[in-house]
């Protein structure tokens, strides 16, 4: 544990206490008073609204267009299921400047809408929401698809023999059993929804702001760290308690059930009523997945072809101070690096947390491995400059900023990956292989590593992904002249001119092909059947 604690302490915990410090200290004094100040005024109580309003209706709203997918992918067996279950996972890796750029190009102005039917919706909220609702589909497809798979439908064929309808089956013996996971995958896309920035910030315009782009704009446009320093406090208490609330609908959903194999509950669809059901399924994944991504793809061609992608590779002397081409290769190093620590911090704590021995702190600290997905970005990046700048950790001027602020998003993904396979690893293997005189170091090389080299694996793709399309740290660390693809999108967004949309779709759609066949290799490993994972 001490790797991963010092890790968290210097890197996470440090930067954010001390951006928080130095917004509430006002002439050497600190003022909490300044907290009640900054609540009651008027626009900051609206975007505090906002942000509550509209992650509670893209939740409902994730729900509500997922939950038959997820019962498709669960109960129905039909060509080409594995390749549709990656289509839909592809969204969930994708950076969230990805996802507001493929939205922008299908619903903003001169967009696909705009241009048939001269519909527009990025200057009103449908656009956020839709674009929520593509990037949390698959949290709801995985998470309740995954368990209804394993549930046993004799169950609810057993209700239906003793007289309830389908609907009442359903109700009384299928919802209350799926509750748990229900709640888990609402509280993740509440948690991802509630804290949403690149969405935002490239679909709300100046109409709409979440407290996580409010916070930016404090910070690097008002310069106002008070105020900032007291959004992030709010932010962190609603993270903390949506965390908190997870917990226990995870540990509900691992310990109320009795499951089956998934092998054996899917089947062909029977009867009009499934085949309908599956084919309107498959008509919202066209659309509201496979729609956006294509329309970028397209945008980026425009009328001239691959002029767009050829325009990448020279000099503007505006936004960039190298040719915007050289961001893909940032990107990768930097992701590269960042897996790096991610895999190894991560795989220290995983390990740490599987002793049956592990005392409450070490329990604890398996909740506080996941507030870096929640606490602001913004404030961890900002933290960065302002606390990472005196001996012995000067490191404000140094490339590796960008990587280990990447790496702090990845390691929960590392350690929720790694520690279902690590506890399921027997521990009289261990005991054994003590006894026989090996050392922890060659326990762990010779009895844990072999089965869990494929959930390494897998872990290093999603941090890799992650670390790849990071945005909200990123765009304070990375300098101007070794940019990120998320951040030379957003600068090119924000410039005018048909040539920067069109070299934004276009570093776009790299971002989504390189994510997308990071995505490919981690479904490879998940189904390989030879392996042990």
Known sequence: MAVPVAFFAVFFAYPVAAIVARGLDVDGAWRFGRIGDVLAQSDVRHVLWFTTWQ???????TLLIALPGAYVFARFDFPGKQILRAVVTVPFVLPTVVVGTAFLALVGRGGLLDELWGVRLDTTVWAILLAHVFF?????????????????????????????SRLRAWRQVTLPALAPAVAAAALMVFLFTFTSFGVVQILGGPTFSTLEVEIYRQTSQVFDLSTAAVLTLVQFAAVAAVLAVHAWTVRRRESALRLVDAATTARRPRGPGQWSLLAGVLAVIAVLLVLPPAVL???SLGASGFGYYRALT?????????PPIEAIGNSVQYAVVATGIAVVIGALAATALTRRDAGRFVRGFDALLMLPLGVSAVTVGFGFLIALDEPPLDLRSSWILVPLAQALVGVPFVVRTMLPVLRAVDGRLREAAAVLGASPWR????????????????????AFAVSLGEFGATVFLARPDNPTLPVAVARLLGRPGDMNYGQAMALSTILMLVCAVALVVLERLRTDRSGEF
Do not use: C, I, K
């Open 297 to 299: 793809v397209q945008r």
């Open 443 to 462: 326990v762990w090389r010779e009895v844990d590593l072999p089965m869990v080299r494929r959930a390494l694996l897998v872990a290093a793709g999603f």
């Open 55 to 61: 992650a509670l209706a893209s939740t409902a709203l």
């Open 136 to 164: 949390n589909y698959a949290v709801v497809v995985r998470t309740v698809g995954g368990l209804w798979a394993q549930l046993d439908p004799r169950q609810e064929e057993a209700a239906r023999m003793l007289g309830a």
């Open 314 to 322: 020279h000099e503007d002397g505006g936004a960039f101070l190298v």
